[in-house]
């Protein structure tokens, strides 16, 4: 099957985003998706490692399709961010390789389509369960009042997967560009958001990922981070 095709029709498996209180992560899976594929090639990554790359990618976060509306508005500082919410937070992972793998297997019963046969590859899919660990092992297990600490907190260095390891520096890196502020305020352009990732990926994401951000051209992550929702869904 012609992998472009693959990678659009994977947009199907996505359509409850559009009824859940996040649909805003459509749009952030697609865009880590184009940062990822642009990694993998100043990577010199080979074709199939690129697809499943991005297959991974597109649906990392697959699980938050299920999350609570609050989940968009609350602050983590606020009440009403319980250790529930923290919890969705923290399992999101392993979450969203489960229900992903899960859903495609009820999917390909019904439907019979190929598309649904690569998303119950539990081999190919596990990078999905690792791409909030971090590269110097800081995480909810061993330093759980750490700023920003990896989860769970099962791998650390090059144990993690590097698939696992440029969905990570991607997602930063789209979650700043995109406002999501999580660490700082106010950065949406590319100089500040790559001043940040650089800044925090060598420790987070490893230093072969964080140098093969720097290298992806400004144009073409403008490119990718400045379309808007709308344009994804067309
Ligand atoms: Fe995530
Ligand atoms: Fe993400």
């Known amino acids: 099957m012609e992998i472009t095709r693959i990678l659009k029709e994977l947009s199907t498996i996505e359509e409850g985003f559009l009824y859940c209180g996040y649909p805003d992560v459509i749009l952030h899976q697609a865009n880590v998706m184009k940062i990822v594929i642009e990694t993998a090639k100043i990577l010199e990554l080979s074709?199939?490692?690129?697809f499943w790359a991005a297959v991974n990618a597109r649906l990392h976060d697959y699980s938050k399709k299920g999350w609570p509306d609050i989940m968009v508005w609350v602050q983590k500082e606020d009440p009403?961010?319980?250790?529930?919410?923290?919890?969705?937070?923290?399992?999101h992972p392993a979450a969203s390789y489960a229900f992903l793998i899960n859903d495609a297997k009820k999917r390909l019963v019904t439907t019979g389509d190929p598309v649904f046969e690569i998303l119950c590859d539990e081999e190919r899919l596990?990078?999905?369960?690792?791409?909030?660990?971090?590269?110097d092992g800081v995480s909810v297990k061993t330093h759980p009042n750490a700023h920003y600490p990896g989860y769970p907190g099962d791998l650390s260095g090059n144990d993690i997967p590097l698939i696992a390891r440029m969905i990570g520096g991607a997602d930063t890196y789209e979650a700043i560009r995109a406002g999501r502020e999580y660490r700082s305020t106010g950065i949406k352009d590319h100089e500040d958001a790559m001043e940040e990732i650089i800044a925090v990926s060598c420790n987070e994401v490893g230093p072969v990922v964080a140098s093969a951000l720097k290298h992806i051209p400004k144009s073409r992550l403008d490119e990718i981070c400045l379309r808007t929702k709308e344009e994804v869904l067309q």
Request: net charge negative; proline share 4%; glycine share 4%.
């Open 80 to 91: 009403a961010f319980t250790e529930y919410h923290k919890g969705l937070i923290r399992y």
């Open 126 to 135: 596990l990078p999905i369960k690792s791409h909030h660990e971090r590269y």
């Open 47 to 50: 074709e199939e490692e690129t």
